[in-house]
Each structure stands twice: as C-alpha cells, then as structure tokens.
Nanobody, 129 residues
C-alpha cells in the first residue's frame, strides 16, 4: 500500500516562504499526485497537482506564487510557497492515485478530483498578517 508523509509546514509572516515536501513510497505505475489543503469548516481544495502525462495544474489563488515539483528518483513531491498570505493558512496534504488506469488527470468535469486513495497525514501552514 502506498505511503505518503508531508513535512516542511510551519508559521511564517505574510510575504514569507515555505517549502513543503512529501515523501512517497510503495506506489507503482503512473500516478496523479498533488497537494490539497483544508481549513476548519471548509471543503478540501486542490492547490497544485500533476497528471500522469506531466501536466501541472495550479489553483488560481496560488498561481504565480506556488511551484509544484517532483523528484522521481527520490520519490519526493515539493510545494514551494512564496509570498504567502494569511488566507493560505491551512493543513496541507499530499495525495496520489492512478485509479487503476494507465493514465490519469487530476481534473474531472472542470473540478479537482478529491477521490485520491492515498493521503499523507498533513502538515500545518500558518501565515500571520
């Protein structure tokens, strides 16, 4: 079974930066992988993710500030977050799945898929004004 573990969260002031990491193990095949976040009382939202063909997708609210990357050899996902804002405060999760198919896409019907089968435990990001 796949295992994911996030790290790199913390508390920063607005305008600061953080670099989240997600170590991935026991995943085979081409997968969709991504970063999601959740704040209390709100639904989980997609932040940045990659399709099986390498296409990277960003939420509009983070485009230009966040950068998704992946080190295939080390099996680590990264989320470089710059110019952080208080509204970025959330628990951040990494996720992976391929839904049993040879290809996958993180968007379905114009919306982010959230039915990933494998999730990390999350890392908290807090941005103060």
């Amino acid at each position: 079974e796949a295992q994911l573990m996030e790290s790199g969260g913390g508390s920063v002031q607005a305008g600061g930066s953080l670099n989240l990491s997600c170590t991935v193990s026991r995943i085979l095949g081409s997968n969709c992988m991504g970063w999601f976040r959740r704040t209390p009382g709100k639904a989980r939202e997609g932040v940045a993710a990659i399709d099986s063909d390498g296409t990277i997708i960003y939420a509009g609210s983070v485009k230009g500030r966040f950068t998704f990357s992946r080190d295939n050899a080390k099996k680590i996902l990264y989320l470089q977050m710059n110019n952080l804002k208080p509204e970025d405060t959330a628990m951040y999760y990494c996720a992976a799945d391929f839904w049993g198919a040879s290809t996958c896409h993180v968007m379905a019907g114009g919306s982010w898929r959230t039915d990933f089968g494998f999730w990390g435990q999350g890392t908290q990001v807090t941005v103060s004004s």
